[in-house]
């Protein structure tokens, strides 16, 4: 199954102070676990929506600073013993799934934007298809998830070098804002994107996943520091578009849900959402 990266990589400044001991890609929602509630990190419900896709191989895009996510997804049978016996059953089956994947772990030294994390990857990734998961949203609903829908878009045409996902968005200057033509069911062109515009042209915003084919990386390397001075994503798809490369999107289903923690207002949603459909 293709390689997928998942960034970890931010500072979080915004849920801070518990930021500074937990980073926000560890940050608590809620799910469901032999019919009772339970509180699982993000991180970690974004790594089983991926492993129930039969997606094995991961790179995690984290800095020094965050052990705390290595440390998670290494199978500690120690602590396992500890438990009551009660709780067992819950963390040795994070365990199980832990053991059947290849783990990846890539220091990005400073955070300097979603595009400096993707780059960091190149080497992983060699000239191969992948997925790109930031680890501080995660999408939720009822119908085929995002990423199957991604993977399927981009094997249908050998032309597309990457396929974006976008919402429909009220206030879209938190978002890499696309500008897109409808060019079938469901499949847009995107002929310009800009990120995190003052003034949005259009009321609808980018997702943090992504399908890219490994010339992304060229791009990436081509482009300067730009909003933020952080070497933004979404700069080096404006490139690839520029190059005449085939950049579509597909959009999120109304049944679907974004759990965000990047705000303390996205976060409050997320948890609410979370404990309703989780």
Not at 18 to 37: D, G, H, V
Not at 124 to 135: L, P, Q, S
Not at 229 to 237: G, K, R, V, W
Request: some cysteine.
């Amino acid at each position: 199954m293709i390689k997928t990266v998942i960034t970890g990589g931010g500072k979080g400044t915004r849920l801070l102070p518990i930021t500074k001991e937990i980073p926000k890609e560890m940050m608590p929602i809620f799910a469901t676990y032999r019919n009772k509630k339970i509180t699982i990190p993000l991180l970690q419900f974004i790594f089983e929506q991926l492993y129930n896709l039969k997606i094995r191989n991961f790179g995690f895009v984290i800095g020094s600073d965050k052990k705390i996510i290595k440390n998670h997804f290494i199978a500690d049978y120690n602590y396992l013993e500890k438990l009551p016996k009660n709780y067992k059953n819950l963390i040795k089956n994070h365990y199980k799934k832990i053991e059947k994947c290849d783990f990846t772990w890539i220091n990005q030294k400073k955070p300097l934007g979603f595009g400096d994390a993707v780059l960091k990857t190149e080497k992983y990734i060699g000239k191969e298809d992948f997925i790109v998961h930031a680890g501080d949203a995660a999408i939720i609903g009822k119908i085929k998830h995002p990423v199957l829908r991604l993977i399927e878009t981009a094997t249908k045409d050998s032309s597309i070098s990457a396929v974006l996902l976008f919402k429909k968005v009220k206030d879209a200057r938190r978002y890499g804002v696309p500008e897109i033509i409808k060019i079938s069911d469901g499949i847009y062109n995107v002929q310009e994107i800009e990120e995190k515009p003052l003034k949005p042209k259009f009321k609808i915003g980018l997702l943090p996943i992504y399908y890219f084919k490994s010339n992304i990386f060229k791009c990436i390397k081509e482009i300067h520091p730009g909003k933020n001075n952080e070497i933004q994503l979404t700069d080096a798809i404006r490139l690839l578009i520029k190059k005449k490369k085939r950049v579509v999107a597909i959009p999120l289903d109304k049944s679907e849900f974004e759990l965000d923690v990047g705000t303390i207002e996205s976060y409050r949603f997320a948890q609410k959402i979370s404990y309703r459909y989780l």
